[in-house]
């Protein structure tokens, strides 16, 4: 009868034969999402099996019944022994780019030593309680790995990766504020008439000290696009073999920094589009050799700079969106008549309404119950927009427009009944002086008014608001032309009083949700400007009653 000890020693495997080999304990344990990232865990196996030679052991503990199973949650997790000549890197590279969607711990394997011993009568007691203490201490360290693997599991406290760089010039910029403070405390402590230009020298210090620290500050807040793009090539490589497609994925400006909370948002986002350029235009090799292309397909994701904003752009050029099929899909559904004249443009703009979609069933390649209406509104709310251009037979592009920061942006200050708010300057398309000829007023719809060939809405803001005016004749006031959802709509105001950089405060963090508001600033005079949601502005225009509901429900919170 023999007795088998573990000890754990560097990495090596010693067995009572001399056998001595290097290897890793890995435990793979995916988050419920991971397969819906484009994710095939046996794909991962696959290229582990490479490295050596690999025991693989599944857990299935926590697959719930039939009834309750989600379809693209992954349950599944893995303990992994790959033995042989292996760097830690080497392992590290393969489970990189899934690093953030799941628990993955990585340890030397231990070491076993094999002792054929005689048992003595009067030691099986302690050779007992020795293989008791050691039960029990892998019990305990058992338990203390499946707390580090359920607090792993849990929702992260938000944090984020600052570079040394960055907090060294922040605390170089706390220093010169610093000095400008003590600067500006002493000559207000002995200040005389002749101190008047050391004054204004240190206002304009304590005004470019601000400045700098205000960009250092944002700065932290950004992280380079590639965290959102280097998912795609493993998801294009996974979905191309699952579709027989061939296709050659393009990515630049990866280096463009993006706000962090921007970012979190926007990596679901671009995954659907991915998917739906991979599943809808793409075509298979031979029908692109038959519509005279390369049999190999280009999926191009890029980002730039444009203005103050982020562009992203998802673009392929396979077959494009089919108009027709579209069209009758939308008349099917009732949203248009099959008598209607609509531009190609028009056309491609029905994929975004809610729940529209031409696939006649749902693949496990785009779908997972998200919409391109999910897309937009998603978009949307992060302040920013989305628009589509396809030609049939040669592609479509996608373009993503985004603010730098959720915490700053560019609005355009407007004067209504007295009260000041901000309209975001993305939303605006232009402002105009207007003039009754072009005002069409319909009984029991409002007022329209004519700006190149099209009618658009008039929208009285204080109406909305329920504010007592300054100013009714439209031609005494201004109308400022926005763009959300789509749709066009002028916003009537009495005066514009400027632009400027604001920083937007949270008004349903500090005060309650208001329709029609997205947020609130303090200018620069110390007084609170409410920022206009301009969606959530024309939906209030389009049902009032909808304002007393917010506020009830509010109430009722």
């Not at 344990?29 to 196996?45: E, F, K, S």
């Not at 119950?369 to 592009?397: P, Y």
């Amino acid at each position: 009868m023999g007795v088998r000890l573990e000890y754990i020693r560097d990495t090596q495997t010693v067995t009572d034969e001399g056998d001595s080999r290097k290897g890793w304990e890995i435990d793979f344990r995916p988050h419920a999402h991971l397969l819906q990232m484009g994710t095939d865990p046996v794909r991962l196996l696959r290229e582990l099996e490479s490295l050596g030679e690999l025991t693989v052991i599944v857990d299935d503990s926590k697959l719930p019944s039939f009834a309750d199973l989600e379809p693209e949650d992954s349950y599944l997790s893995w303990q992994l022994t790959i033995v042989g000549d292996i760097t830690k890197e080497d392992v590290i590279e393969i489970f990189e780019w899934v690093k953030d969607d799941c628990y993955l711990s990585i340890k030397p394997i231990v070491d076993v030593v094999d002792i054929s011993v005689e048992p003595v009568e009067p030691l099986v007691d302690s050779v007992d309680e020795i293989v008791a203490a050691l039960e029990t201490k892998s019990e305990s360290a058992k338990s203390s790995a499946e707390s580090i693997s359920k607090a792993a599991a849990s929702p992260a406290t938000a944090s984020i990766r600052v570079g040394t760089d960055k907090m060294d010039s922040l605390s170089n910029l706390v220093g010169e504020l610093v000095i400008t403070q003590s600067m500006l405390r002493q000559i207000g402590d002995n200040f005389t008439e002749d101190m008047l230009p050391q004054l204004i020298d240190g206002l304009a210090k304590l005004e470019s000290n601000s400045r700098e620290m205000q960009k250092a500050i944002m700065s932290i807040r950004m992280l380079p696009i590639s965290f959102a793009f280097n998912r795609f090539p493993r998801l294009v490589e996974d979905m191309t073999d699952k579709m027989g497609k061939k296709v050659d994925l393009k990515l630049s400006g990866d280096q463009i920094e993006l706000d962090q909370t921007v970012m979190e948002k926007i990596g679901d986002l671009l995954v659907h589009l991915v998917r739906n350029s991979l599943d809808h235009s793409l075509e298979t090799p031979d029908v692109r050799l038959a519509a005279g292309k390369d049999e190999v397909g280009i999926l191009e994701l890029k980002a730039f700079h444009e203005g103050g904003n982020i562009v992203i752009q998802i673009s392929d050029d396979g077959a494009g969106l089919n108009e027709q099929k579209i069209f009758d899909k939308a008349v099917e559904n009732g949203l248009i008549q099959a008598s209607d004249e609509i531009s190609p443009q028009k056309i491609h703009e029905l994929i975004f309404l809610p729940g529209f979609s031409t696939a006649d069933v749902v693949t496990d390649v785009s779908g997972f119950g998200v919409d391109m209406g999910d897309v937009r509104k998603n978009i949307i709310s992060l302040g920013g927009s989305v628009e589509m251009v396809s030609k049939q037979g040669e592609g479509s592009t996608f373009t993503i427009r985004l603010p730098l920061t959720l915490g700053i942006m560019d609005g355009q200050t407007i004067s209504v009944a007295g009260e000041h708010y901000i309209i975001p300057l993305i939303s605006i398309i232009e402002s105009l002086e207007v003039s009754n000829t072009a005002i069409k007023r319909v009984p029991g719809k409002g007022e329209l008014y004519l700006l190149r060939n099209e009618y658009i809405p008039i929208i009285r803001i204080y109406d909305v608001f329920n504010l007592e005016p300054h100013i009714t004749d439209l031609e005494e006031g201004l109308l400022v032309v926005v763009d959300a959802d789509d749709q066009k709509v002028g916003l009537f105001i009495d005066d514009l009083l400027g632009q400027q950089q604001v920083t937007i405060k949270s008004l349903e963090t500090n005060f309650r949700k208001v329709l029609g508001v997205s947020g609130a600033t303090i200018l620069v005079d110390g007084t609170v400007a409410l920022i206009l949601d301009i969606p959530g502005l024309i939906t209030l225009f389009k049902e009032p009653s909808l304002a007393k509901v917010v506020i009830s429900d509010e109430q009722a919170a």
